[in-house]
């Protein structure tokens, strides 16, 4: 079935380094990718996607590029800040049903 | 305006008690979903309402699991005979339509430990 694979957490990182965070999928034909985050003590939100192949998402300094050849919809942000700190995953639609299928989330922690 | 709004926001209950978990949608909102967040797992579908009915009810694990919707709005969660593998947060989110029309609102999610 259709599946979401992220890099395994938890990420440290300090202010203003680059950050990634790799998702790859599994599915049927070309879906749309998502990228939702989760603050602390609040719900999950769309960060940004991308609804077709080599479109690139980006919100708030984020970006992640549908790369259909590697299967692949990493999360990238040049700069991060503490601000950003926070759960994050990568989701698909699940072939054939209306649902969000979910990685199991990175936990990303940036020290100042 | 408003958001998803859950409740109780946390939840302590003895095994094999039966508890509910309550979700208010964003009004005029007519997809709901459930999903579970356990620790170190993703987020694990439950359930998709589309206004009252559950054309997808795959992902309830048991059938101590049931859930409905009233009036196309509050959705209620309830768990019989709780189990300590139930402890997790359980999360709803709805969207005007579906996941593929607008992006998914979720709300903060009840804690449930199952003692």
């Known amino acids: 079935g259709d599946s979401v694979t992220q890099m395994e957490g938890p990420v440290t990182l300090s202010e203003e380094a680059f950050l990634t965070i790799n998702c790859t999928y599994t599915a049927t034909g070309y879906p749309s990718l998502f990228w939702y985050v989760q603050y602390p003590g609040e719900g999950l939100q769309l960060l940004l996607k991308?609804?077709?192949?080599?479109d690139k998402g980006s919100n708030k300094g984020f970006e992640a590029t549908y790369r259909k050849e590697t299967t692949s919809f990493h999360l990238e942000k040049g700069s991060v800040q503490v601000s950003d700190s926070a759960v994050y995953f990568c989701?698909?639609?699940?072939?054939?049903?209306?649902?969000?299928?979910f990685g199991q989330g990175t936990r990303l922690t940036i020290n100042p | 305006g408003a958001g998803v709004s859950q409740s109780p926001s946390n939840k302590v209950t003895e095994k094999g008690k039966d508890v509910e978990l309550r979700c208010d949608p964003i009004?005029?909102?007519?997809?709901l979903y459930w999903y579970r967040q356990s620790l170190g797992q993703g987020l694990e579908f439950l359930i998709y309402?589309?206004?009252?009915?559950?054309?997808?009810k795959s992902g309830l694990p048991s059938d101590r699991f049931s859930a409905e919707r009233t009036g196309g709005s509050v959705s209620t969660l309830t768990i019989q005979r709780t189990q300590q593998e139930d402890s997790a947060v359980y999360l709803c989110?709805?969207?005007?339509?579906?996941?593929?029309?607008?992006?998914?609102?979720f709300g903060n999610g009840t804690r449930l430990t199952v003692t």
């Open positions: 989701a698909l639609p699940s072939q054939g049903a209306q649902k969000l299928v």
């Open positions: 989110a709805s969207s005007p339509m579906g996941w593929f029309d607008s992006p998914l609102h």
């Open positions: 309402f589309q206004g009252n009915s559950a054309p997808d």
């Open positions: 009004s005029g909102h007519t997809a």
């Open positions: 991308a609804t077709k192949a080599d």
